[in-house]
């Protein structure tokens, strides 16, 4: 845990949202084989070279969907984790070094992980 958010992992969430993409993607094909989204199919077709309504066509359209799924899941990632620490200016607080955010090595703004914020603090210095 970082702070006050949860860093998350780029290449991990990339994996996820392209496979959940390319299932469905998958599962709209075959059920375009019985008509059910034909013209979603072909509408998608259109961007998905090869994609269409047959089972071929659905494997072929669930690659595309990885890759596509993958790549917005690595993006929306990489924008969460920059938003949420202004992108990435207390970096330096795990390295030693002042950051640039708050000024200080122990990174005062809460957004990185510091050795005083994973142990107890003892109730008699907090007065």
């Given at each position: 845990?970082?702070?006050?958010?949860?860093k998350?992992?780029?290449?991990?969430?990339?994996?996820?949202?392209?496979?959940?993409?390319?299932?469905?993607?998958?599962?709209?094909?075959?059920?375009?084989?019985g008509?059910?989204?034909?013209?979603?199919?072909?509408?998608?077709?259109?961007?998905?070279?090869?994609?269409?309504?047959?089972?071929?066509?659905?494997?072929?359209?669930?690659?595309?969907?990885?890759?596509?799924?993958?790549i917005?899941g690595?993006i929306?990632?990489s924008?969460?984790?920059?938003?949420?620490c202004g992108?990435?200016?207390?970096?330096?607080?795990?390295?030693?070094?002042?950051?640039?955010?708050?000024?200080?090595?122990?990174?005062k703004?809460?957004?990185y992980k510091?050795?005083?914020?994973?142990?107890?603090?003892d109730?008699?210095?907090?007065?």
């Amino acid at each position: 845990m970082y702070g006050k958010y949860m860093k998350l992992h780029v290449v991990a969430f990339g994996l996820a949202w392209g496979i959940l993409t390319a299932i469905f993607v998958f599962i709209f094909g075959v059920f375009a084989m019985g008509g059910y989204g034909a013209s979603y199919v072909q509408l998608m077709g259109s961007v998905y070279y090869g994609y269409s309504a047959s089972f071929m066509g659905a494997l072929i359209g669930a690659i595309w969907g990885f890759v596509y799924g993958f790549i917005m899941g690595a993006i929306f990632s990489s924008l969460y984790n920059c938003i949420a620490c202004g992108c990435g200016k207390c970096g330096k607080c795990e390295k030693g070094e002042k950051c640039e955010k708050c000024g200080s090595c122990e990174c005062k703004c809460g957004s990185y992980k510091t050795d005083s914020m994973d142990k107890p603090q003892d109730p008699t210095k907090l007065l």
